[in-house]
């Protein structure tokens, strides 16, 4: 049972509850953190005192801030009433969700650098080298993790490796985004042979989640690194090695079928290699809340479903073969699609999903429950919404869920991405490659998708394009909080083109007409003529977003320009 497989993880939970924010909360120490020196005697302490950087210093960044980054500023969701400021791109520093954000990054980053400290204090000689080693390994990966996003999301940063060193600091400066690169690319590398080849236990890291890592943050790097728009190739050839090299050597496989990686229970599966790992409980902050806000009714949820205003976008749908298929006009689309990952991502109506209990009212007025199949509408405008870590009532879950409190893991980091990483790396600038490998492992995820091999052909060879690639990615991770940090890793070598994807896409309302119900064969896809915030406008200066409010007036010098941090490889 889950319950006993993460007896590691419930240990201290209740030790490390999130600190509260404060206008210092940038650099305040965690009031609450574990820093009693008799704790880190035995292995199996140490061990405990990093247990809690997989789930609850992430929790406030899990719960709304994370598809709220990543999917609706991105525009992979839309929402044209909830979080308006978010995917319409004028959230500024008093919005929650950017203050959620930010403060759970550095919650992390808190607590790592806090748990780094107390290991090499306190630890005493009983605690093994090895597992002395491996710990702190793993606090510097979760520590770089948040450095990650924060960087694609806000730009320059401030990078604090010790709160206690800097806690009396009223100049803390924001650093390059060049050498905050160079710095996480460095503590990656760093750690990779501290961390053991299988897991220490179920759930937690190991070499080849540092190595999938560093393979993604040598992508991102080449782009920093970039020339007059085009990337770095040593750092494209280092991130395509990475990727290579976990494909290899980790024994990870992608699952067979798409549907398998979101239906419960799917937690550290074979194709993991990062997960945020939750638990049920009725406390605060161990368990999963995402399924709250983004499941559409409380028909499937248990006492919440607060999704019902949150819909694919307009952009996302057109993107899948077989849509867009069928009489299509300027605000029209017609069609259905193969790719698994449309259904498997968002619910279209008379989509069936088995594993979900639905409640029904009769005619009488009696409540029945049957299987889940997304309801009708014949508004002129409908909402697709959230599949994607859904997973159900109470009833549909071994472990147990109730409001707000569900026990299924987040993915941070899959092998699927290390094979469009690998072909990326391979592409680099070129508009297409016929490298037999890249092409074969994109093909591998449009296959586990429904989809035939790309046949694009330039005599004997086939060959995939950007275009292809962009797409797949898309389409792999939509939902999955992901969306805008590619645009960002774009946004460095390519400042137009990441700009013109976010401009030209429509997030405005649509309806949803299946051709019948349930199980249509096609659906048709229809403007809603009334609704005309469609589009958005992001340049150059709102491309990244702002500082909290609090955080600035507490400290103004995050308001100079960024300095250097690191200058090593």
């Not at 499937?300 to 019902?308: M, R």
Request: net charge negative; glycine share 6%; proline share 4%.
């Amino acid at each position: 049972m889950k319950i006993l497989k993460y007896n590691w993880l419930i240990g201290l939970i209740v030790m490390f509850a999130l600190a509260n924010c404060s206008e210092d909360y940038l650099v305040r120490p965690p009031e609450d953190a574990l820093t009693d020196a008799d704790f880190y005697k035995t292995d199996e302490e140490v061990m405990a005192a990093t247990a809690p950087l997989y789930s609850r210093m992430w929790f406030d960044y899990n719960d709304k801030a994370s598809y709220s980054i990543g999917d609706l500023r991105s525009g992979i969701m839309m929402a044209p009433w909830n979080s308006r400021e978010f995917g319409a791109f004028n959230a500024n520093g008093d919005n929650s969700e950017v203050i959620a954000g930010w403060n759970a990054f550095f919650t992390v980053i808190q607590q790592s650098n806090l748990a780094i400290r107390n290991i090499n204090t306190y630890a005493t000689e009983d605690v093994s080298d090895k597992v002395k080693t491996m710990a702190i390994a793993e606090a510097r990966f979760m520590r770089a993790c948040a450095y990650r996003n924060l960087v694609l999301a806000w730009g320059a940063v401030p990078i604090i490796e010790d709160n206690i060193e800097i806690m009396n600091s009223t100049d803390i400066r924001r650093n390059t985004i060049s050498s905050i690169w160079k710095f996480l690319t460095s503590e990656m590398r760093d750690i990779i042979d501290d961390l053991p080849e299988e897991p220490y236990v179920t759930g937690r890291i190991t070499k080849y989640s540092a190595e999938g890592m560093l393979a993604r943050f040598y992508l991102s790097r080449a782009g920093v690194e970039s020339s007059g728009g085009v990337r770095n190739q040593t750092y494209l050839d280092s991130a395509k090695y990475f990727a290579q090299h976990v494909i290899d050597n980790s024994g990870k496989a992608l699952l067979e079928d798409y549907r398998s990686l979101f239906l419960y229970p799917y937690d550290n599966n074979n194709e993991s290699l990062f997960e945020l790992q939750w638990v049920y409980s009725t406390s605060w902050g161990p368990s999963n809340s995402v399924p709250a806000y983004l499941a559409y009714s409380s028909d499937i949820a248990n006492g919440d479903g607060w999704g019902g205003a949150y819909s694919a976008s307009w952009y996302f749908v057109s993107q899948f073969e077989g849509i867009n298929q069928i009489g299509t006009t300027g605000d029209t689309i017609r069609g259905a699609t193969l790719d698994t990952r449309l259904y498997n991502t968002f619910m279209l109506p008379g989509a069936q999903y088995p594993e979900i209990t639905q409640d029904v009212t009769l005619e009488d007025g009696t409540v029945t429950t049957q299987e889940c199949i997304y309801p009708n509408s014949t508004s002129d405008y409908a909402f697709a919404c959230t599949k994607k870590y859904i997973c159900g009532k109470n009833v549909d879950i071994a472990e147990g869920a109730s409001s707000q409190h569900y026990p299924n893991n987040t993915y941070m980091l899959r092998l699927a991405e290390m094979y469009l990483i690998y072909a990326e790396a391979v592409l680099g600038d070129n508009e297409q490659s016929s490298d037999v490998t890249a092409l074969e492992y994109v093909n591998m995820i449009r296959r586990r998708a429904g989809l035939n091999n790309l046949a694009l052909s330039d005599g004997d060879k086939t060959y995939f394009t950007a275009d292809d690639l962009f797409k797949e990615r898309t389409l792999e991770f939509g939902m999955e909080s992901m969306f805008m940090y590619d645009l960002s890793n774009i946004f460095y070598y390519n400042k137009e083109k990441a700009l013109s994807i976010l401009n030209s896409q429509d997030r405005g309302l649509f309806a949803i007409y299946a051709d019948q119900f349930p199980n249509p064969n096609y659906w048709t896809f229809v403007k809603t003529s009334w609704h005309t915030e469609r589009t958005i406008t992001a340049t150059e200066g709102n491309f990244y977003l702002p500082i909290p409010t609090a955080d600035l007036g507490s400290m103004p010098s995050l308001t100079l320009d960024p300095v250097d941090y690191y200058t090593g490889n």
